[in-house]
Structures are given as C-alpha cells and as structure tokens.
C-alpha cells in the first residue's frame, strides 16, 4: 500500500439546516465520516493505493461504511466488525461555513474498541507509511492498537503521519488530549495540526514559534492548516506559509483529510529525503485539494479527484492569505 489510515469510521449526522446551532436544527442526515477514513479515500481518489483499519459496529450502518469505503476504491480487509458496540455517530450542527459543533454518540462506540491483537499486520509490515489521529488515543483499547500499529509499521521503515483532529467532547480534559498526542510525537514523521491544536499541545498560538516546539518533539515536518489562509510547514532547512487558493467555500468539512491525503501522495512519490526541495509544490498541491474540498457539501463526497486537482491548479486561480 502507498498508506495505511488508522482510526476513526463513524457516521455524521449533518444538521439539515445550516447556519444553526444545535437546539435549532431539525433533522439530521447520515453521511460516511471519521478523519482517517477520509484521508484513505482522499488518496485513493488522488490515485494512491490505500487501506483502512479500524472497527465499526456489527449493524447496519456499520456494514454501510465498509461498503462505502471498498466502492471509494480503499482496502478493507483491517475492518473489524463489532458485535457489542455500535457505529459510533457524530452529531455535526453547523453554525457558519468554517465551524462545526460535534455530539459524539459513542459510549463506548465500536471504533474505540479496536484491539491491537485484532491489527492486519500484514498491511501495517508492508505499507509507505501509516496515518493515524488523535480520537483512536482518546480511550483503550484503540490507543494501544495505535501504539502498536505505528510499531508494526516501523519495521518497514514506513513513514508516520499525525493529524491531531482535536475533539474536546471527546476527552476527560484539554490536559488529557494533549498528554496522550505528546506521547506519539517522538514516533511521528509528518504532524499536522490546526491553531487551535497548535495552542493546545504548546500553549502558544504562534505559528513559526511553535511550530518549531513541536519539531522539537520528534516530526520532520510540522504542518499547521490555517483554513482560508493556506498553511505554514517547519522542515528541517526550509519553512514558510502557503497561501490558499481563493474558492466560494461552503462547507469546511473534510477539508483537513482532503489535504492530508494529498500532502501524503506527494511525499511517498518523493520521499522524505527529497522534503526540503519538494515541500512548496506538495504543499501548493495539497491547499488545492483541500480548497476544492470546501466547495462542496460533506466529507467524502467531496474529495477531489487527481484530474480535478490537476485542472484547478492549470487554471491557478488566484491565491490568497
Ligand atoms: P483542518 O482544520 O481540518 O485542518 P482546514 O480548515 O485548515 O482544515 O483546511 C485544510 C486546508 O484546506 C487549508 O490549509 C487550506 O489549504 C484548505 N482550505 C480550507 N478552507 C478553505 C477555504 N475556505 N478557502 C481556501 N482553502 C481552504
């Protein structure tokens, strides 16, 4: 596999009506979700070759998603089909084009009970590189399969991707959350991380500042997205902001997978060795993805595909940030 991602397959619940907080919203509408999902059918859309590990429920929705997932083109053989829990739920309400609210129903839910005896170790001993995120390290025993997976992946000298994906619903505490993704850093290759996950793990909101605590930490590469202004990267020569491509945005969900998805493409097909001279245009790419993503409703369904992206960056439209 070019990456494996492990973690979170769930179902959100998009709000019908948007610009709503949660007390007013009417009815919600279930569509496939969860970050490293996401990402893996980011990449396969971007004509990487991908797989999925995680678990879902043993119902209906949970059946749904495998399915959706092997129709996106992703490797299913990790799922893991749970027979005591059921498909985690998201509840999303939408107050504004750029912020989501979330309600997790998930108590416990079928993804956080994945074990790491239940882990392909075929598919973490072979792939490029292995992504996870933060959710799967919020309860046991899917932190320690995390642990256990990124291990697995070492041995083949894969390369290992973080995105933070901070749900504070999720944690006993901002404390909790951010001692249990301090302690992947030293594994962790490339991290990606939003400003308010940057202020989270270094209790500073400078993005050159503390992007550069993080380095520190372990990770080659430190990315922090900044939604409609672009993103900022801290290699080990070169750092620098990447402004965004100016887009009608619509709704920002996905967008963060969208790109990590695509920052992943680009640094297999070079290599982490070559990151310093290659990083501006993987990065360039991965904006436009994530910008395309914002033009549409939902997660998956809007993901671009490798011709799309290629096309919206022959037309560079104007950037912006
Ligand atoms: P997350 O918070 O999930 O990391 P962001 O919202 O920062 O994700 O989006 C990831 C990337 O997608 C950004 O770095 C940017 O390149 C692109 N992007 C997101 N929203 C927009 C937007 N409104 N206009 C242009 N690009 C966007």
């Given at each position: 596999m070019d990456f494996v991602t492990l973690g979170e397959l769930l179902i959100d619940m998009f709000p019908?009506?948007?610009?709503?907080r949660f007390s007013k919203v009417t009815a919600f509408m279930p569509k496939p979700g969860g970050a490293p999902a996401n990402v893996a059918v980011a990449g396969a859309r971007l004509g990487a070759r991908t797989a999925f590990i995680g678990k879902v429920g043993q119902d209906f929705f949970g059946e749904s998603l495998a399915d959706t997932l092997r129709r996106q083109?992703?490797?299913?053989?990790?799922i893991r089909f749970d027979a005591d829990a059921r498909t985690t739920l998201a509840l999303i309400a939408q107050p504004s084009a750029q912020l989501n609210e979330y309600i997790f129903?998930?108590?416990?839910?079928?993804?956080?009970?994945?074990?790491?005896?239940?882990?392909d170790r075929e598919l973490l001993t072979t792939t490029r590189a292995l992504h996870v995120g933060s959710l799967a390290l919020s309860a046991e025993p899917s932190r320690s399969a995390t642990f256990e997976a990124v291990r697995l992946a070492k041995q083949n000298r894969a390369l290992i991707s973080f995105d933070v994906?901070?749900?504070?619903?999720?944690?006993?505490s901002a404390h909790d959350a951010r001692a249990q993704s301090m302690a992947l850093l030293p594994e962790v290759d490339l991290l990606k991380v939003n400003e308010t996950e940057l202020e989270l793990l270094t209790?500073?909101?400078e993005v050159e500042k503390g992007s550069a605590m993080l380095r520190a930490r372990g990770p080659k590469l430190v990315i922090v997205t900044l939604g409609a202004a672009g993103s900022y990267f801290r290699a080990a020569q070169a750092s620098g902001f990447v402004k965004a491509f100016a887009v009608n945005a619509?709704?920002?969900?996905?967008c963060g997978d969208a790109f990590v998805g695509a920052l992943l493409t680009q640094v297999i097909k070079f290599g982490m060795a070559q990151l310093d001279a290659r990083i501006w245009d993987a990065l360039r790419f991965a904006n436009a993805a994530g910008a395309l993503t914002s033009?549409?409703?939902?997660?998956i369904p809007a993901l671009p595909t490798l011709q799309e992206v290629n096309d919206f960056l022959r037309q560079a439209p104007p950037a912006t940030g």
């Open positions: 019908a009506e948007t610009g709503r083109g992703v490797e299913t053989r990790g129903y998930r108590n416990p839910g079928a993804d956080q009970r994945l074990r790491a005896d239940e882990l994906n901070y749900r504070p619903a999720l944690w006993r209790n500073v909101a619509v709704d920002s969900t996905g033009t549409r409703r939902g997660a």
